[in-house]
């Protein structure tokens, strides 16, 4: 049985395009609820300016009050070598690094060039110097909403470039649900034989948003590829400031779900899972796209109508 | 390229289930906008008692006064012998029957066992007696919500029965969203094996609900095996009494555009079906889970913000 390893992104990438502040003592409690549902790991917040996303401006007292479960691991979202020495001061077991492969959506997200963005990673992965895992975002990676195609041989050069960077890990971002099974195919393909052929210890993460509705298939096109990392969001949260209305991130439940049916073992206790999902409406104050925890699991049986 | 045929259910999967009775003109309007954009056939409407379902009572009238679009072939769902008289009676290309292959559902709906269901089903066979082609639709060949697991082997022997007494196609329906990619997979390679193989001009389609999500990883399932017809429902219309609050069919606008993006040829001018699933939160009065017609296409760009 294929063992999957699921990281949640709820409280980091879910949360941060949400209107309405998520209370602190809200946030360590779900991380705490979270962390007892089997995930390989949680992405618990960012390292960022409270100017730019205020939802995430209590970072530090986040990661310094959730119990950490052995067996999970907690990283952080890092924008820059400000956000790496707070990650490092907060005991992050992993500092998550981001760059859009689009210089149109690197300079509107972080208003650098692609090569102003690498070279300031450099000095990240320099100042971290191997004392925390460094995981590595690629953004955008299945097309961008302003230039459109990204070619795949480029996100193959970045991969490799920040793989040899000494890159724990790599995420292959669907950031704004472009991406379609087939695409995921290919670049699963050329990322398995060009990348992490030669480099069998490189950890490789798909992360799918829902936006038009793909995101399961493209999981399951993610792991017919052999691909066994992906990020997933409870309860579907998050989102995309291009598609308004449209659904979020991949639903770590619905995906979780989908994969234990088909006989994967995520480690997920599914049960306990969908229990924190059903908060998560409550938390975030309106209806959310996952659907398991409102149909039930495929074994939830109904009574016979009288 | 591979081509895929469409079939368009909104207007009686879909609506059967919605509270507010769609006026007979909105319904005739939206089947002959239904019918520009590319389809192999449309599901009009049921030839059920209007007590039943009172949102479809107009169905002699709605098939009367519809164009007929040549290349689209017009489908009606018949439940019985007096259903299967007035299809007749409205020309209808094609007759859809329909059984549960579940004792406790076909029940439930019926009010029928399976056996009774056979033998009422023979006898409209006998009825049409080769006049317009016969669609067989097996409900719940995933899964039932009432009994849980139904046995593959099961599905096919009523595949082979329904072909050998003379239907042109059969349609293997997830009713309840309980399917998922794996068990797909497995369903596609036994009806290829045993019951397509030596009777290579049935049609099979394949009919998805979204109700846990696995809708669009479904239909990848099934091009993956090779299926290449499947029912879909503008806008994600329909669902199922037992998972209120879930999602109903796929959305026929999302898996056009998945399989579009992935290179499959599916006939349709997905600009124009998206332009009328736009209308469609109008005409029944509430939003609707269909992505794409909110999210827009993979290849609409953006500007740069400012």
């Not at 480029?154 to 890159?167: M, N, V, Y």
């Not at 999902?277 to 996952?290: C, K, L, N, S, T």
Request: glycine share 10%; charged share 20%; with cysteine.
């Amino acid at each position: 049985m294929t063992r999957i390893y699921f990281n949640e992104v709820a409280t980091r990438d879910g949360f941060q395009i949400e209107p309405e502040f998520v209370p602190t003592d809200t946030k360590v409690a779900l991380i705490d609820a979270l962390s007892e549902c089997g995930y390989a790991k949680i992405e618990v917040t960012s390292f960022t300016s409270p100017r730019a996303i205020p939802m995430l401006r209590d970072a530090d007292e986040v990661m310094g009050r959730i119990r950490r479960v052995p067996g999970v691991e907690y990283t952080v979202l890092v924008p820059n070598r400000r956000g790496a020495e707070r990650a490092l001061e907060a005991k992050a077991d992993e500092l998550n690094l981001v760059m859009s492969i689009s210089e149109s959506l690197n300079r509107a997200n972080l208003r650098m060039s692609m090569a102003e963005s690498f070279a300031a990673l450099q000095d990240v992965f320099k100042l971290v110097d191997g004392r925390t895992p460094i995981n590595m975002s690629l953004s955008c990676a299945f097309g961008c909403p302003i230039e459109g195609d990204v070619p795949q041989q480029s996100i193959i050069e970045w991969a490799k470039r920040f793989a040899d960077l000494g890159a724990r890990g790599l995420s292959i971002c669907d950031t704004t649900g472009m991406g379609h099974p087939a695409q995921v195919s290919r670049m699963v393909e050329a990322l398995q034989n060009e990348v992490v052929k030669t480099r069998p210890e490189l950890q490789l993460t798909l992360h799918f948003h829902n936006t038009r509705g793909m995101g399961l298939a493209n999981v399951l096109a993610g792991v017919q590829g052999g691909v066994v990392r992906f990020d997933g969001s409870l309860a579907g949260l998050g989102g995309c400031t291009y598609a308004p209305g449209a659904s979020g991130n991949i639903s770590s439940e619905d995906a979780i779900h989908m994969l234990e049916a088909m006989g994967y073992d995520t480690g997920i206790d599914l049960d306990r899972l969908l229990g924190v999902a059903r908060q998560m409406p409550g938390i975030v104050g309106h209806d959310v796209p996952g659907q398991v925890a409102k149909a039930g699991r495929i074994t939830d049986l109904h009574p016979a109508p009288v």
